[in-house]
T-cell receptor, first 117, second 115 residues
Framework: NAGVTQTPKFRVLKTGQSMTLLCAQD?????MYWYRQDPGMGLRLIHY???????AKGEVPDGYNVSRLKKQNFLLGLESAAPSQTSVYFC????????????????FGPGTRLTVL | SQQGEEDPQALSIQEGENATMNCSYK?????LQWYRQNSGRGLVHLIL?????REKHSGRLRVTLDTSKKSSSLLITASRAADTASYFC???????????????FGQGTRLTINP
């Protein structure tokens, strides 16, 4: 099993450009998450999904859109990148429903380092 | 908003010593989890402790939870150079067990083990 994979690993954008980050998991997890991590900070939740075709806003959703067309994939889009979106982006997945009712381990991808000039 | 606050922000000890990191949080929780992040890598889950548990062990790791004080501690015994990493606590602030688990992470403790 590959676990959680993210592409690309690195990207440099100019202000106003758009891009899509791809997250894929092969563990048949129901829930998927996108976080951002800024220097010296913990992770902040951008958007999450509880299943195919569903998405919801997290703590810092502005400037981002997401889609979950397939259970194994969760896409994060930046329509018009801004320097404030320079960060490291992490995707995570976990079981949902009754398996997560008492708490569940989140499995993280290796991250995408994004720089917006 | 940062639910969990780790203390200290940085810790440097000699190999073989024990390392203790603390986490405080603000609201009631369903569970609290500890994660490790090596430099330039993703987070790796270490331990999950539920709100009705007081202590859990996993190898050289010991986690305690005091819900009355809204605090947790992570103890790493007999530290090794490979334990050098950042450690994050994450809380699941669901009061009622429903909906998606949305963890709230603290800012982390940077642990350095000196050989």
């Amino acid at each position: 099993n590959a676990g959680v994979t993210q592409t690309p690993k690195f990207r440099v954008l100019k202000t106003g450009q758009s891009m899509t980050l791809l997250c894929a998991q092969d563990m048949n997890h129901e829930y998927m998450y996108w976080y951002r991590q800024d220097p010296g900070m913990g992770l902040r939740l951008i958007h999450y999904s509880v299943g195919e075709g569903t998405t919801a806003k997290g703590e810092v959703p502005d400037g981002y859109n997401v889609s979950r067309l397939k259970k194994q994939n969760f896409l994060l889009g930046l329509e018009s990148a801004a320097p404030s979106q320079t960060s490291v982006y992490f995707c995570a997945s976990t079981h949902g429903g009754i398996k997560a009712s008492g708490g569940a381990t989140q499995y993280f991808g290796p991250g995408t380092r994004l720089t917006v000039l | 908003s940062q639910q969990g606050e780790e203390d200290p922000q940085a810790l440097s000890i000699q190999e073989g010593e024990n390392a203790t990191m603390n986490c405080s949080y603000k609201t009631s929780i369903n569970n609290l989890q500890w994660y490790r992040q090596n430099s330039g890598r993703g987070l790796v889950h270490l331990i999950l402790i539920r709100s009705n548990e007081r202590e859990k062990h996993s190898g050289r790791l010991r986690v305690t939870l005091d819900t009355s004080k809204k605090s947790s501690s992570l103890l790493i015994t007999a530290s090794r150079a490979a334990d050098t990493a950042s450690y994050f606590c994450a809380t699941d602030p669901r009061h009622i067990i429903q909906g998606a688990q949305k963890l709230v992470f603290g800012q982390g403790t940077r642990l350095t083990i000196n050989p």
